[in-house]
């Protein structure tokens, strides 16, 4: 063998055990969601919120430092903080936890998530670029637009160079603004694509797993659950 042929070799055989170690710590999305200690309430979500494939698209791996904004009861907090296990950390932004939520996150199995109370507008996420990921959940046209766009920058703050904002929420038609925000639970994507943007992110890639063209986007999601279209945005700091 002549030596531009054993150096192709030796670069082949290097790139396939790159690669194979690469697949072999892939995160094991699916796993996470046959935990057994899961509440039922939790696993009837998953059919319509697809968190396997929401997570694997925004790229959550073991170890990263993330924040569950706007938490709720903590759906995703809890899928979040056995992803990125013990090596990683989980901040669940909530404005008031109530108690069985903080009785939760008391678990040994929770040591890796850290509860933030308080209004969204000053949520009290590290403010030096210490985040790999953020994530708001349905959650976003909840809030009122001038507390939306503090939160934004204070999530900008809180992640590092290249780091990914999450926002998924319900569809409201195009050029709606936030008028089905309150009646319907909606907001038009277009939209957030404004403020987020103007915040100082980058609009990085759409997903398109819980898109329902089918839907006229004229009815109260809290009313006809789990029918809505829904997107999935990424963002990345600059």
């Known amino acids: 063998m ?7 070799t030796v670069w082949m055989l290097a790139l396939g055990s790159m690669l194979a170690g690469c697949a072999a710590t892939a995160p094991d999305y699916a796993a996470i969601l046959t935990n057994p200690d899961r509440p039922q309430n939790e696993r009837e979500l998953d059919g319509a919120r697809k968190p396997t494939e929401v997570l694997a698209f925004y790229g959550v791996k073991k170890g990263d430092k993330v924040a569950d904004i706007y938490a709720g009861r903590g759906y995703y907090t809890a899928i979040l903080s056995e992803l990125v296990g013990m090596q990683g950390l989980v901040y669940s932004a909530i404005p008031a936890s109530r108690p ?3 009785e939760r996150w008391n678990h040994p199995s929770f040591a890796n998530v850290r509860v933030l109370e308080g209004p969204m507008d000053k949520v009290a996420l590290p403010q030096d670029g210490f985040l790999d990921f953020a994530l708001i959940h349905l959650n976003y046209h909840d809030l009122a637009p001038e507390t939306r766009i503090a939160m934004n920058k204070r999530i900008l703050g809180s992640l590092k160079r290249g780091g990914i904002y999450g926002v998924v929420d319900h569809s409201a038609k195009d ?3 936030n008028e089905a925000a309150k009646t319907l639970h909606r907001i038009d994507r277009l939209l957030v ?3 987020v943007t103007g915040s100082g992110f980058t609009l990085a890639k759409e997903g398109n797993m819980l898109r329902k063209p089918e839907d006229p986007r004229d009815f109260n999601v809290n009313k006809e659950r789990n029918k809505d279209d829904r997107f999935v945005l990424v963002f990345q700091k600059p």
């Open 193 to 195: 694509i404004k403020e």
């Open 100 to 102: 069985e939520i903080t």
């Open 175 to 177: 050029g709606s603004g």
């Open 2 to 8: 002549d030596r531009c042929s054993w150096l192709k």
